[in-house]
């Protein structure tokens, strides 16, 4: 299983968090075990690749912008 974290701006409460969460898991094979609006932190796990610039454009559907933890 891959993990990928992100950072996430933007985010103000759990309601941000919900949007956030269901915009990521319509990719397919995309999980999000963590996303928090204190820590500004999204964890996407996959079974398969998933692109990031496809995390990247979920989150700003749902309203926010995100980049890849280093």
Do not use: W
């Not at 999980?31 to 204190?38: A, F, K, L």
């Not at 796990?45 to 980049?67: I, K, L, N, R, T």
């Amino acid at each position: 299983m891959a993990t990928t974290e992100f950072n996430v701006t933007g985010m103000t409460c759990g309601h941000c968090e919900l949007s956030v969460r269901e915009e990521v898991e319509e990719i397919p094979g995309a999980s999000v075990s963590q996303v928090s609006h204190e820590t500004g932190r999204l964890v996407v796990e996959s079974d398969q690749p998933v692109d990031d610039a496809a995390v990247m454009a979920a989150v700003e559907e749902a309203g926010y912008s995100a980049e890849r933890a280093a």
